[in-house]
Every structure is written in C-alpha cells, then in structure tokens.
C-alpha cells in the first residue's frame, strides 16, 4: 500500500470505534496465513485476537479455500425469499445437530447484531401472536454487549457500555446486575434475587431475558458462575419469558464448550450465532428458535415472521460454514482449546501479582488481563510490530481470543507481548 493510498484511508475511510483523520494510523496487511498477519513492510505479526474473534481455524485454511472455491463458481448467490439452495439446506441441518435440544428452527442472517434484532423481533412477536401484546420489553445483565444496531444497543450495558450516546433514542429495557460468583464459584439465592424480583413484579411487560451465556464479552470479558445461567434458566420458565442466549462470541467451542450454555446443560427458547461460524472468512448469522415459537408465530396473522435480509442464506457464505463446522467437528477442538487454556494459565495468571493488574483471568481459549487504569491505544499501536503480535486492548482491558492452531511458544509470545502492553503503555 502507497503512503497516497494510507494518507486517503486516514482521511476518507472510517475505521471501527473511530473517527476520520485517526491519529492513530492503522497497520497496512496484505496477507495472512495460519495465526499470522503479514504487514505490507514484509513484518509478521501473531493475530491473537482471530480477527475479533472469528478466525478460530485459522487463516488460508486449505479446506475453507476450497468450500469458497467450489461455491463461486456455482451459485455464489441467489435469494432466499420464495428460493433454496442445497449449502443452506446442509448448514442448517448442521447446526441443528450441534446447537442445543430443542433448537430446531434457523433463521440465517448477516451479521451478530442481525442476529439478535432477529431474536428480539421473533421474541415479540411470539408474544403478540400469543395475545399478549404488552410482553415488549427485555430484561439484560449490566456488563453485556450484544451489537451495535438500534435494537442490539438498547440491551446493552446503559452505563459503562459504548452505547450511552444514544440512550435517550433507545427502548427503555430493564436491567440486572451482572452476576456476582464468578466461573466455577456457587450461586446462592442472594445472587439471583434481584432477577427473580423483577420477573415477579414486571414479568407481563417482558418478553425475554437475553444474556451472553457464562462469557460477558466486549462488555468487560467478565466470566460468570453456570450455576447463576441455570437459575436464570429456571427463572425464566416459572414466569413465563423466553430465554435468548447470545452466543456470538462464544459459540463454536471458544469456552471450552461448543456453545456456552453447555457449562450450565441448559438450552435457550432462542440462541444467536455468528463470528466464528464461516471461520472467519465471510460475514454470517444463525438465529436458532424452538418449534413452539416458530409454529406460533406461523399459525398467527400476519403468519409469517416479519424480517428478510438482501443477502440472507448467502450460498456462498453458507458453504464456508458448512466447511468451517464440519472442520472443526472433525478435529480434536476440545483437546486444542484446552492446551489453549492450559498454556494461557500458565502464562497470564502469575501476572495478577503485578501492580498495574487488577485480576488475571483464563476460560477456555480466553485470556483476560484487566487492569488498573486504561491503556494508551496510541502508544500500543505502534509498539506491536515490534513485538511480533497483533493485540486490540480496550479500556482496562488487555486481553487474547487466539484461533485455536495457535502453538504453545505462540501462546508465550502473546503473553509477552501483553506484559509489555502493561509496563510500557
């Protein structure tokens, strides 16, 4: 890339979560193979953040080449409205077979956010076809992010999230304090009194709990107690609200599990996918429902569920999914993501003892420094090509979401490169 080309990109193209003229120049990559980002300079960086978390095989993998390949020359797309194609028909019959019992309906998307105005527009409408109109509203755990459209935002943390600018034109939720035991600790009653309470007084107003199911991410990396997800579950059930589990970042074995509700063995009414399922390589979503709200929202005017995206069941990006799943179905994920999480332990947790660090944290392939005071993301920029790895920090937050073939000595290097964020930014 032309310093011409990098000086247009730093004046006219907008970047994620930033503004147009960003001091902060962005790293020019021209290819990428494996774990690693090739810079236009010829340096090599370790991605430890998958891409935002989507590239857990990997990238240029050699079966997903190979799925995106065979589709272009096809049927790269066609659409879905009143149409079908035989990449759609395989991917859904996939994630039936992995999702939790009782998601037997899929509606594909475009994107994570999609995916969850899809799940609260199915969950208000199940209610109004069921006669009860007023079941509107949602109830969400402070800490949480579940996407960045209208819908998405307003269940997102009002507070601390990215989203308070926008608070005054967004649907009033209700909202509960995120879960007080942490992963692997006891929920007692206390813990989950203050769900229960507002279920009891509001649960005629509510159409869902939605949740980020044991893994709070982009609101904070925060891991949670199981124990708390299956009272919620149970909550849910006794007063009569669905339950939708936003599994975005967590599902396709990121914790550990293949999708995060499985710490808990419960199963949603509906669950939300994205991020890793095409492996990274093309954006798509799956919104997963039960029979029962699917069957109520058809049996009921206007007898059909009211959302169609342009490019909803891309066959193309369906293929790639199918390829992705399938890959990872075939390989030994669990062993990977645990030697994952073994490695990110024994690197990451020794340094909760360092002053800059408030709590060190590890689940699955999840390593989370979070610290005392933000970092300098001006100063981290330019400090990671020397140190070989790719890191997006945010706030207080120094963290790793590696694609799963990253190595034990690739694992360290992060862990280095972490530490130096810490002292030196």
């Not at 970047?15 to 021209?30: F, Q, R």
Request: net charge negative; hydrophobic share 45%.
């Amino acid at each position: 890339m032309t310093p011409e080309d990098l000086a247009f990109d730093a004046k006219h193209i907008w970047h994620p979560y930033s503004a147009t003229g960003n001091p902060v120049a962005p790293l020019a990559v021209k290819q990428a193979d494996g774990v690693r980002l090739i810079l236009d300079d010829g340096t090599q960086l370790i991605d430890a953040m998958s891409s935002w978390w989507s590239v857990i095989h990997g990238y240029n993998n050699p079966a997903l080449n190979a799925a995106a390949k065979r589709q272009i020359d096809t049927l790269p797309h066609v659409m879905f409205g009143g149409l079908t194609h035989q990449p759609a028909v395989d991917l859904c019959k996939a994630l039936i077979s992995i999702a939790p019992e009782g998601l037997d309906r899929v509606f594909l998307a475009d994107s994570g956010s999609v995916a969850v105005e899809v799940a609260m527009k199915m969950a208000m409408q199940y209610w109004q076809a069921l006669g009860k109109p007023g079941k509107q509203r949602f109830i969400a755990l402070r800490g949480g992010y579940h996407g960045d459209t209208q819908g998405a935002m307003s269940v997102c943390d009002p507070d601390t999230g990215m989203h308070h600018l926008f608070n005054h034109a967004l649907a009033r939720q209700y909202f509960v304090n995120r879960p007080a035991p942490r992963f692997g600790q006891h929920c007692e009653p206390l813990h989950i009194r203050e769900l229960e309470e507002l279920l009891a007084r509001n649960a005629q107003h509510i159409a869902a709990l939605i949740l980020e199911p044991i893994v709070q991410g982009a609101g904070g990396m925060y891991f949670y107690s199981a124990e708390y997800l299956s009272a919620a579950r149970q909550l849910c059930t006794q007063y009569d609200v669905l339950l939708i589990a936003d599994e975005i970042a967590t599902g396709f074995g990121r914790s550990g599990k293949m999708f995060a509700c499985e710490h808990a063995e419960i199963a949603p009414d509906i669950l939300c996918l994205g991020k890793a399922l095409t492996g990274g390589y093309v954006s798509l979503a799956a919104t997963l429902a039960t029979e029962t709200i699917a069957n109520t929202i058809a049996r009921n005017p206007p007898q059909a569920f009211m959302h169609g995206p342009t490019f909803m069941g891309n066959p193309l990006a369906c293929n790639i999914a199918l390829a992705s799943i399938k890959l990872l179905r075939e390989s030994d994920w669990q062993a990977k993501v645990s030697q994952l999480e073994k490695t990110l332990q024994e690197k990451l947790l020794p340094l909760a003892q360092h002053k800059k660090v408030a709590d060190a944290r590890v689940l699955g392939a999840i390593g989370v420094l979070e610290l005392h005071e933000a970092v300098d993301m001006r100063a981290v920029q330019q400090l990671l090509p020397g140190l070989g790895v790719w890191l997006r920090p945010f706030g207080k937050l120094v963290y790793t979401m590696p694609p799963y073939i990253t190595s034990d000595g690739e694992i360290a290097s992060i862990a280095d490169a972490m530490q130096q964020i810490i002292e030196r930014c």
